[in-house]
Structures are given as C-alpha cells and as structure tokens.
C-alpha cells in the first residue's frame, strides 16, 4: 500500500516499532527525558531558540492555539488565504471574536507580500496576520519569508501555520520572525497524528500576557511551566510521543537539510512527470508549487473518482481528492515526511496507467 495523502503519512519500521512500545508514567523519570529531548530536536529543526511547546492534539488544535493565546475578543487580525486552511484558520479566529479582515488570493496563487504590506498600510489597527506557510489544499508554498518582512517591519505579530511545511521545507523561524509557528507530527514529521508543535516567541509571549482569549487546555503558559518539570499539564498522546522521538532521531541522523533536500527532489520530480503525462499543475505560478504536495488539474475528459479508484484497486496508490470547491477540479500526491524514490515513481507510473486505461490522451499528443 503506497499512501500519498498530504497526511497522516507513512511511518518508517523504525518509527513503527518505536509507537508499538509499552506505556510509561508520563510524570516519571523516562517520559521526560524523552519530553527533553523531542523538544531540543524540535528547536533545532525549527531553528529557533525560542520556546517550542507540544500539545496533544491535530494541527487545527494548534492554530486554535496561537489564537487564544495571543489574542483578545475584538482584536484587529488580518488573515491571508489561498485556500482551505487559510480560510479554517480565519474561521478559529472569527469565532474566537476577533474583529477580522481577510486578504483572499484566488485559490492557486500565492499570497503577494506587497498585497500584505498594503493591507496592513490600510488597516493600521491590525494587531496580528495570520498566514499559511504551505497552503496543502492548492499545492502552493507562499513566500513567507518576504511576507514575514512585510509583517515584522509594520510591527504586527506574526501567526504561521506551518502544518505542512515545518520539518520538511525550509522555514528558520528565528530568521524569519515568525512568532507563533504551528505543525503537527502527521505532516513533514514521518510520525503518526496526535501532536501539534508550536514555536512561541518573545514577542508572542509579551502578547500572551495581555492575550483575554477564554483558555485552559491549550494554555501556554501552563505547557511552559509542566515542560520545566518534564512534563505536560494532561495525559500526552505518550505512543505519538515515542513515535516522533524515534522519527527526530532518523531526521537527525539524515541531516536536517539533506531532509529538506529530499522533498525538493520529490516536487521536482513529480512535476516533471506530471507535465510530461499531459497534466496541467493547478498552482498558477510554478516557482510557488510546494515540495510537499503536488496538486494537479484534473483533465475535462477524466472522472477522477474513477482515477483515483483505478490508481487505489490496481496499483495500491492512494492519492488525494481536491477540497471543498476543488472537489473534482484536482487530485493532490503527497509526498511530505517518508517516502522512497520507488514510491514517488510507483506513483506516477500509476497515475499514468490510470489516465491510459480511461484513455486520456493529452492535447496535440500523438497515439502511440
Ligand atoms: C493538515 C493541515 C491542517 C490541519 O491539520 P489537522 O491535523 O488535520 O487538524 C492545517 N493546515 C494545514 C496547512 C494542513 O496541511
């Protein structure tokens, strides 16, 4: 079974045998040090020496998250979409009361950070932005770094989800200024679901201090001062724990940009293969088409539940359906955390095989 979903992902044996381990008392001696160590590694990759704190839940957990604790009930927030999980991370904020603008990209393209410094130009009372590093429902990584210029040189506080990204793409959030920054172990993590990770700067904490956001599971504060102690304030998700443990160590040892390194590989060559079937990428602009997931226009001649069903039943390779009003437009290949190059391969022989048995033939090519 060859699994390219953009998450959860397949796990390395490793990391497999490693969540398989029997419980421990997660306020003892054993579970701390891994608790340490999880969160050194995870600093490292993150590269921050900023605070990174891990809280038992899935990545819309930790947006949810760096809303309540740094915002107030009416707070001017500026949110920029380019898809789904902008929009979703916009909604946290909505419904946390925040009093929201939204800069909307057409699904496809990339945030423009002129865009954003004019936005905050013309809002002036904006407080924080929120922004999607990876937007995984449209295959686009917008350009954070420039818009974190954008962001840090107006003086608003920055809140990233870097579900799909962080560990996998480049994204130094020291460097960049990022003040909350959100993943979940699911993602570029090659760990199972359970944990969000969240990076929280000085900056995000000065916030956090006057933040009147209603609290308690998610509370910062709390997560900093139980991890002092080796621990976490509830019952961690202790086998997701072990898990990405084991899979920071194989990261360590890969070397952290050969691991970036990877995916580049993975998105230039799944590009390349898809172009050469015919397919059309749905990311308007290719230099901004993501390394950890492929989304690709569906041909007007295809039915791709039909694709997908032949790529499933034949082949072994799941891919994904496009969300919400990309339903059907276009299917999505992950390849975000562990895969080997046979995997990407066997995936886009399958989708070839796929797209020849319901006889696609691209425009202008010639039938063989
Ligand atoms: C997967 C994902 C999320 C949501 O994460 P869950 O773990 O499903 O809650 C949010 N943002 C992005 C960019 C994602 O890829």
Redesign the pocket.
């Known amino acids: 079974m060859n699994l390219r979903i953009?998450?959860p992902t397949p796990l390395p044996a490793e990391v497999l045998e490693a969540e398989a381990r029997p419980m421990v008392n997660h306020r003892g001696a054993e579970f701390a040090r891994i608790l340490e160590r999880v969160t050194a590694r995870l600093k490292e990759s993150f590269r921050t020496k900023g605070d990174v704190l891990l809280l038992t839940?899935?990545?819309?957990?930790?947006?949810e998250s760096a809303i309540v604790n740094t915002l107030s009930p009416g707070d001017p927030v500026l949110a920029v979409t380019v898809g789904a999980?902008g929009d979703?991370?916009a909604a946290i904020a909505e419904a946390y009361g925040t009093r929201l603008t939204r800069l909307e990209v057409p699904w496809g393209e990339a945030a423009d950070p002129e865009a954003v410094r004019a936005a905050l130009k013309k809002h002036p009372e904006t407080v924080a932005v929120l922004v999607?590093?990876?937007?995984?429902?449209t295959g686009v990584t917008n350009p954070l770094k420039e818009i974190a210029a954008a962001v840090k040189g107006a003086g608003k506080l920055l809140l990233v989800?870097?579900?799909?990204?962080l560990g996998s793409l480049p994204c130094p959030v020291d460097e960049w200024g990022l003040d909350v920054a959100?993943t979940?172990s699911?993602?570029g993590w090659m760990a199972p679901?359970g944990l969000?990770m969240v990076s929280v700067s000085p900056e995000a904490w000065k916030a956090h201090e006057k933040a009147k956001m209603p609290r308690v599971y998610f509370d910062y504060k709390e997560a900093r001062s139980y991890a002092e102690r080796g621990q976490t304030p509830w019952t961690p998700a202790v086998s997701v724990f072990y898990a990405l443990d084991a899979a920071l160590e194989m990261m360590v040892r890969q070397g952290l940009d050969n691991f970036h390194a990877r995916h580049a590989w993975a998105g230039d060559r799944v590009r390349q293969r898809v172009k050469e079937m015919g397919l059309q990428l749905f990311p308007a602009q290719e230099r901004y088409a993501s390394n950890t997931?492929t989304a690709i226009r569906v041909p007007a001649s295809v039915d791709d539940k039909r694709l997908r069903r032949i790529m499933l039943e034949r082949y072994g390779v799941e891919i994904a359906s496009g969300q919400e009003r990309l339903n059907g437009q276009i299917i999505r290949i992950g390849h975000m955390g562990f895969f080997t190059d046979a995997d990407i391969e066997a995936t886009l022989d399958a989708l070839a095989s796929a797209l020849n048995e319901i006889g696609f033939r691209p425009v202008g090519a010639s039938r063989a």
């Open positions: 953009p998450g839940a899935s990545g819309s957990g930790g947006l999980f979703r991370f999607t590093h990876n937007e995984t429902s989800d870097g579900v799909s990204s959100v979940a699911q993602k679901p969000a997931v």
